[in-house]
């Protein structure tokens, strides 16, 4: 089974081809090789492009695996991984086009020299039903919740994948790790668990977020967490369209339509190829 490994901005991907492997993945397969002990390790696994799908037939299908096993709809850093692999194998050039996921269709383009990557990652919809959240009607904005002994603010957002992103006048990794698994794992309000961003303000055109990633934990970046948090902070008037989203692992170029439209600009990094032997899911 070849794989090849990149990250962005410290966010690690493995880019599998079905087309070398023959059979689907299975979650146990999944979490094995995402495990950082016992397999090759990475923040979850890109499954594609999808058999019969190619720029010819409007555009590369992909699958996002998370290394608990289970699926996202979408992953940004994970969509300019998957455009850089598809640069790299020759099967795009320099022209935008077009990658399905579960969470909707995407538009990338490689700039030359493959280090930087754009994505328009769709709208963002802060509407309940959308996201969804449970026992709140109309858009998801300063509600209050109490998690692990302490009542926070929080606005929900989707952008075909559920987060919740909790302003605050300080983050750490610390709350992150503290708090994010149980706002994660609050299905009596997100249903579908969450990701969960822990925002901070620092002037009209930047932000600063901690991350915990749903079904992979604390994270060192997150497209889709960057637009999430960038989009409810100009929804909520503190900042402007134009953000620089800073993170543990870096920074990432945010652009917020008018209509809530996220433009996204970051880099993407090669990592290695190899072979995953079939020795490892034996033991």
């Not at 979650?27 to 950082?36: F, H, K, S, V, Y």
């Amino acid at each position: 089974m070849r794989f090849a490994k990149y990250h962005g901005l410290g966010n690690d991907y493995l880019v599998i081809d079905p087309s070398d492997v023959g059979h689907d993945l299975s979650a146990d397969e999944i979490r094995l090789i995402c495990d950082r002990n016992y397999g090759v390790g990475s923040d979850g696994i890109l499954w594609g492009p999808l058999p019969g799908s190619n720029a010819a037939a409007g555009g590369f299908g992909l699958r996002i695996f998370n290394p608990d096993g289970g699926e996202a709809e979408k992953s940004g850093n994970g969509l300019r991984i998957f455009a850089r692999f598809l640069y790299d194998r020759g099967l795009v050039g320099g022209d935008a086009f077009a990658v399905a996921t579960k969470g909707g269709r995407v538009s990338c383009r490689v700039h030359p020299g493959g280090a930087l990557v754009d994505a328009e990652m769709g709208r963002v919809s802060f509407d309940a039903a959308k996201i969804p959240v449970l026992g709140v009607a109309g858009e998801v904005l300063n509600q209050k919740m109490t998690v692990g002994g302490r009542e926070v603010v929080y606005c929900a957002a989707t952008i075909g994948n559920p987060h919740c992103v909790l302003p605050l006048d300080d983050v750490t990794p610390e709350l992150a790790r503290r708090l994010g698994p149980l706002i994660e794992n609050d299905v009596a309000r997100f249903p579908n668990r969450t990701n969960v961003q822990f925002l901070k303000v620092l002037g009209r055109n930047d932000i600063r977020i901690e991350i915990w990633e749903r079904g992979a934990g604390y994270t060192l970046a997150s497209g889709t967490s960057s637009s999430a948090a960038a989009a409810v902070a100009r929804r909520l008037g503190l900042c402007d369209g134009r953000i620089t989203v800073h993170m543990p692992g870096g920074t990432l170029a945010i652009t917020v339509g008018d209509d809530y439209g996220i433009q996204m600009t970051g880099p993407v990094a090669a990592v290695a190829t190899g072979t995953i032997v079939s020795e490892m899911f034996g033991a």
